[in-house]
């Protein structure tokens, strides 16, 4: 099992910047991809962006060039920097990773709420 562990939400002024971290535990050797999704009130969960085991990385388009995701610490870790926040960029944040001899298991964190006054 691989357990995931948000940090790093909180309030933050339009055109500021925070940085979420996600730690994984458990059955690490086993982690392929992960990435961050969030979802809005009333809205479907969406992605943000996703970083493969060798480094590949895919965004959103409403993230690009203001979000950048990251690996570190044997890849355990996975951050996501985000920067010129806008208020449409208020959501729970939820870390995501597959895992397991396949890759195809998939698991959640818990989420961390971010908010973006105007």
């Known amino acids: 099992q691989v357990q995931l562990v948000e940090s790093g939400g909180g309030l933050v002024q339009a055109g500021g910047s925070l940085r979420l971290s996600c730690a994984a535990s458990g059955s690490i050797f086993n982690i392929n991809a992960m990435g961050w999704y969030r979802q809005a009130p009333g809205k479907q969960r969406e992605l943000v962006a996703t970083?493969?085991?060798?480094?590949?990385?895919n965004y959103a388009d409403s993230v690009k060039g203001r979000f950048t995701i990251s690996r570190g610490n044997a890849k355990i870790m996975v951050y996501l920097q985000m920067n010129s926040l806008k208020p449409e960029d208020t959501a729970v944040y939820y870390c995501?990773?597959?895992?397991?001899?396949?890759?195809?298991?998939?698991?959640w964190g818990q989420g961390t709420l971010v908010t973006v006054s105007s």
């Open positions: 995501n990773a597959y895992w397991g001899p396949r890759g195809d298991l998939e698991v």
């Open positions: 970083i493969t085991s060798g480094g590949s990385t």
